[in-house]
């Protein structure tokens, strides 16, 4: 199972720290991303990072200003979300991948979600 935590009301241009916890299998079997969903808009995968933490990618969008990291030793995966803006308002979910073909097919393993809200 995974679970997301962390999010919560900030202001423009500031700061959140989302984190995700695993339980039941160990985060260094997959490949980890952070999607997220607002209104009426398509789940949009914000950043993911491969299993050694060696590689990761981000969304144009959040390039900068995101970043991705994971600590396979305490089964977590974070997302550092730094100079917010209004349009990053959505649904934050964590999710885990256990292949490369996986990832490559957008066969995700889903966990609950967390709400940031960024006011402007």
Known sequence: QLQ?????????????????A????PVSNYAMGWFRQAPGKDR??????SWSGSTTKYADSVKGRFTI???????AVYLQ??????????VYYCAAAPTSTDVQRGQW????GTQVTVSS
């Open 109 to 112: 393993y889903w966990g609950q």
């Open 81 to 90: 979300m730094n100079n917010l803006k209004p349009e990053d308002t959505a």
């Open 22 to 25: 695993a339980s039941g299998r």
């Open 4 to 20: 997301a935590s962390g999010g919560g009301l900030v202001q423009a241009g500031g700061s959140l720290r989302l984190s995700c």
């Open 69 to 75: 990291s994971r600590d396979n030793d305490m089964n």
């Open 44 to 49: 949009e995968n914000v950043a993911a990072i």
